[in-house]
T-cell receptor
């Protein structure tokens, strides 16, 4: 699995867009970028994933650079319930089956 | 539908006792995973099941840890002779595709069992 690097913590004002960066400069061509989040005292929750193209779902948008060395998770209108640790994971879809969670970004939404 | 269910939600035990943690995955999910999360730290992978076989046990920290799974349903994680360093939240996840397919890494997690060893 490619190593990912994320800022330790970020703040965002309620109602604004939260942009969470992730660097994965050693990502290989068959590795996807996955995002999960973990709200306090809960298990991690899947958010979104992508390979090359930008992706959007009801929770967030994922922007992947053309060289695939970095990506940004966007929460378009952050609410207090979005306060959580956000994990960026690069992984293939074959072989090693476990997810490797790093330390993630602790996002705090400020009222 | 129902999500991944783990029991008990909290377990307090004395050092040296054995404990069993239970995980009920989402119905139809063939793959099941156990992770451990110590206070303030990230998730550590323990073991992965595809059906009732365990192709990857690489994360089990010692021979005091074992896990089994009945068919494609419930799994139990057993810790024998518990030590204080075993105190953590034990998380279970399941996914619908065990091998291949881009949905393999979409894992659905339970709320975890918080184990405290006194």
């Amino acid at each position: 699995d490619a190593k990912t690097t994320q800022p330790t913590s970020m703040d965002c004002a309620e109602g604004r867009a939260a942009n969470l960066p992730c660097n994965h400069s050693t990502i290989s061509g068959n590795e996807y970028v996955y995002w999960y989040r973990q709200i306090h005292s809960q298990g991690p929750q899947y958010i979104i994933h992508g390979l090359k193209n930008n992706e959007t779902n009801e929770m967030a948008s994922l922007i992947i650079t053309e060289d695939r060395k970095s990506s940004t998770l966007i929460l378009p209108h952050a609410t207090l319930r979005d306060t959580a640790v956000y994990y960026c994971i690069a992984d293939t879809n074959f072989g090693n089956e476990k997810l490797t969670f790093g330390t993630g970004t602790r996002l705090t939404i400020i009222p | 539908g129902a999500g991944v269910s783990q029991s008990p939600s909290n377990k307090v035990t004395e050092k040296g006792k054995d404990v069993e943690l239970r995980c009920d995955p989402i119905s139809g999910h063939t793959a099941l995973y156990w992770y451990r999360q110590r206070l303030g730290q990230g998730l550590e992978f323990l073991i992965y099941f595809q059906g009732n076989s365990a192709p990857d046990k690489s994360g089990l920290p010692s021979d005091r840890f074992s896990a089994e799974r009945t068919g494609e349903s419930v799994s139990t994680l057993t810790i024998q002779r518990t030590q204080q360093e075993d105190s953590a939240v034990y998380l279970c996840a399941s996914s619908p595709v065990g091998t291949g397919g881009i949905s393999r890494n979409i894992q659905y997690f339970g709320a975890g069992t918080r184990l405290s060893v006194l």
